[in-house]
């Protein structure tokens, strides 16, 4: 049973269970509490921790009952709490997601060693760029991190860089690089939730900055779409789940255009929104030779199958003669990210202290290839709609085209906002000044592929809305099919009519009376009546309208006026 939504009900200091026994950790739906995602039917109202216009019910109740231990800091999320009372409110919800651990609204769903593990997940490299090397550091704890932090590397000089690598935040995480690193809490802001639209009570309202803020922030979010194929329901239910134990809020979208013929009965392939975000110190905020900065990357769904198997490696096919690299795990979006940063050259590593950004170009050619799978996907699905008008033999397994509608509504509903995701990453992030040091942006080799990736998203779009017209043409047709064979449907029965009621009245006139001769005298008795009543029937129908609208005159011209009127029984 789910837990009552009301605040109120949840003593979380004293570790109480209201309506839950959290040792049985199961949803009758089979879904554990911890993994159910907000806004879905079995996580009910979100609203229970406070809307937008109230003051969050989170913070209020765990101000003072922290659920952890308790030499945790808590000097950053007292820093975030400072900001959100004076002129930030939209850091509101990033101060109660690191009380809560992961999304506020699965608070009630999370019990306190749910809270704690979460809380203390570690998932950092660290990359260290020297002059002549890249060293790499795996962190798995919290004073590990802590302690990497600490120290400065002052003997060496140079183009000397550390990039940490951030799969899946936790409190923990954002607490240490925060207040160790002095990172601006908006970047960590906008990389925690999922969301393309909002109503008027979100408390996680993400407002867009001005251009005027925004040059002056160092950080950057890039927001992409990839797809994974799913050979059988379960598999993309366990997918869901693995979303739903992720801290930071993500989900996997069921596309549900499914083919017969070209694909398994009950295969799908599903659609997940995912983030990188990068923030960089820079040598004007530090004091040692030492340039910080950190790269936040989604934790990767490991269930199902990148979709046609992923995509190539970035770069040409080596040659006969050349070593050919061994395979590598590739369902890591993270570990992608750091194979292809640690492949850096020396110049390449010489030009970080000028413009970090160069540590970005490898994550965005992650980010690019996944667009244009999943566009060339997009483009799949397309073609298979088109098909399926044209071919009538599809057309005749469905009753008719509604169900070809709604997938193509579908498509069109996505691409609105992918074209508006790509434009983000055109303008805030490609095409973003940097520096004033810098002479070249070493991100505009990438420009061209992400123009690819807008034109093709507006040629599928403009496909689309062509599809949607020739469908709804086509159900017109349909509908005046019917209705032409309702009508000669309708011209049967007049036939039949004809046909019947004279024999009707033949058969009633001569059952009258069994001896015809004696109806002599009263047989005319029965035309004067029946031939006026006839005449008055078809008057009645022949002039209808005529009789409606002279009726509707003269009750308009009958209507009261002051304190005269017209009583009608």
């Not at 999922?194 to 251009?211: A, G, K, Q, S, V």
């Not at 009621?501 to 002599?520: G, R």
Request: proline content about 5%; some cysteine.
């Amino acid at each position: 049973m789910v837990r009552s939504s009301h605040p109120q009900d949840h003593s979380r200091g004293s570790g109480k269970q209201e309506n839950h026994d959290h040792n049985n950790r199961w949803y009758t739906t089979g879904i554990p509490q911890s993994m159910l995602l907000p806004h879905t039917q079995e996580s009910g109202d979100p609203y229970y921790i406070g809307d937008i216009y109230e003051p969050s019910q989170i913070r209020r109740q765990m101000a003072k009952k922290p659920q952890d231990n308790e030499q945790s800091p808590t000097s950053y999320l007292d820093y975030i709490d400072t900001l959100t009372d004076n002129g930030w409110p939209q850091l509101r919800y990033l101060a109660d997601w690191m009380r809560v651990t992961t999304a506020p609204p699965k608070w009630k769903f999370l019990s306190k060693e749910d809270m704690q593990e979460r809380a203390t997940r570690v998932h950092v490299t660290m990359l260290e760029y020297c002059q002549d090397k890249i060293r790499r550091c795996d962190v798995q704890s919290s004073a590990e991190l802590g302690t990497l932090l600490s120290q400065n590397h002052a003997d060496h000089t140079g183009g000397m860089a550390r990039l940490f690598v951030v799969e899946d935040l936790s409190r923990d995480v954002i607490e240490i690089l925060g207040s160790q690193l002095d990172v601006d809490p908006m970047f960590f802001r906008g990389h925690i939730s999922d969301y393309t639209w909002y109503n008027t009570r979100d408390p996680w309202i993400e407002l867009p900055d001005m251009n005027v803020v925004a040059r002056e922030q160092s950080f950057s979010h890039t927001r992409y779409a990839h797809a994974r194929y799913f050979r059988t329901p379960k598999s993309l239910n366990r997918a869901r789940l693995e979303a739903g134990n992720f801290n930071v809020l993500r989900r996997v979208d069921r596309d549900g255009s499914w083919v017969p013929g070209a694909d398994i009965s009950g295969s799908n392939v599903g659609l997940v929104r995912s983030r990188m975000s990068f923030w960089t110190q820079g040598r004007k905020q530090t004091s040692t030779h030492v340039v910080n900065n950190i790269l936040l990357v989604d934790p990767s769904i490991t269930e199902g199958f990148p979709l046609w198997g992923g995509y190539n490696e970035f770069a040409p096919c080596p040659s006969m003669v050349d070593e050919i690299p061994q395979k590598r795990a590739r369902n890591s979006a993270a570990e992608k990210a750091i194979y292809w940063l640690e492949q850096m050259t020396s110049e390449e590593i010489q030009s970080i202290a000028p413009d970090p950004r160069v540590l970005l170009q490898a994550p965005l050619c992650i980010v690019c290839s996944e667009w244009l799978t999943l566009l060339r996907y997009a483009n799949t699905r397309l073609s298979q709609l088109e098909w399926e008008i044209e071919d009538p033999y599809l057309r005749n397994l469905q009753e008719d085209l509604s169900s070809t509608l709604d997938k193509v509504h579908s498509w069109r509903r996505r691409f609105p906002i992918w074209k508006t995701i790509i434009s983000e990453a055109l303008s805030k992030v490609i095409r973003r000044a940097g520096p004033v040091e810098t002479k070249e942006n070493p991100l505009l080799i990438l420009e061209k592929d992400f123009e690819i990736i807008q034109a093709n998203l507006n040629d599928l779009h403009e496909r689309a809305e062509r599809i949607i017209s020739v469908v709804t043409a086509m159900m017109s047709i349909q509908e005046s099919k019917k209705a032409l064979q309702q009508n000669r449907s309708l011209a049967r029965l007049t036939y039949l009519a004809v046909t019947f009621v004279p024999l009707s009245f033949v058969s009633s006139f001569f059952a009258m009376s069994e001896d015809v001769t004696k109806l002599s005298k009263t047989f005319w008795i029965y035309f004067a009546v029946a031939i006026p009543v006839t005449l008055l029937a078809l008057v009645v129908v022949r002039f209808s309208d005529t009789v409606v609208s002279v009726s509707r005159r003269f009750l308009r011209r009958v209507r009261p006026t002051g304190r005269r009127y017209v009583k009608w029984e």
